[in-house]
T-cell receptor
């Protein structure tokens, strides 16, 4: 089955620890995205990658880092510099070409900082 | 991507038609309009996409007036399972800078028996 997977589904972290969220897609999509969602809120873009080895910061990139070494993988690291990391994190991918660029989302990872 | 404005919430009853409108006054010539649906603790999923006039698929219709400054998602004969948050997104993410990919807060639709 083609799709986008995120792991783990739930993640607990102690304050001061870095943690990496996994995102993998087998849709052969060029573009990948990371969003953060807080309770009752919409999605806010953290990072965006149009192609391998390239990525752009979104509105809330501070305290996060990403890499895009392979087309199918776009891991997100939440560093200790992120002051309020408890949230629901969503990864998405899209073809990255015209004219339609529908985003396909993964099931999400819920991160809780203890 | 153009900034969008949607109602925060809407209520309806099973079997009714529901229309959710999204305003996007500064939509660009090349921008498409896409609607997503999100259930609690899940990732959003694509519902429908269009550029102008009317688009219909098996789950919804999308109406876009000639000036394209707004769009209306129409859900026919809703059921309890349509209770979700609906997001309007305008633009083509692949050709936008990261700062312009804006989902907004969405419309929380509640369907009652």
């Amino acid at each position: 089955d083609g799709g986008i997977t995120q792991s783990p589904k739930y993640l607990f972290r102690k304050e001061g620890q870095n943690v990496t969220l996994s995102c993998e897609q087998n849709l052969n999509h060029d573009a990948m995205y990371w969003y953060r969602q807080d309770p009752g809120q919409g999605l806010r873009l953290i990072y965006y990658s149009q192609i391998v080895n390239d990525f752009q910061k979104g509105d809330i990139a501070e305290g996060y880092s990403v890499s895009r070494e392979k087309k199918e993988s776009f891991p997100l690291t939440v560093t200790s510099a992120q002051k309020n990391p408890t949230a629901f994190y969503l990864c998405a991918s899209s073809i990255g070409g015209p004219p339609l660029d529908t985003q396909y989302f993964g099931p999400g990872t819920r991160l809780t900082v203890l | 991507l153009a900034k969008t404005t949607q109602p925060i919430s809407m209520d309806s009853y099973e079997g009714q038609e529901v229309n959710i409108t999204c305003s996007h006054n500064n939509i660009a010539t090349n921008d498409y309009i896409t609607w997503y649906q999100q259930f609690p603790s899940q990732g959003p999923r694509f519902i429908i996409q269009g550029y102008k006039t009317k688009v219909t698929n098996e789950v919804a219709s999308l109406f876009i007036p000639a000036d394209r400054k707004s769009s209306t998602l129409s859900l026919p004969r809703v059921s309890l399972s349509d209770t979700a948050v609906y997001y309007c997104l305008v633009g083509v993410p692949a050709y936008s800078s990261a700062s312009k990919i804006i989902f907004g807060s969405g419309t929380r639709l509640s369907i009652r028996p």
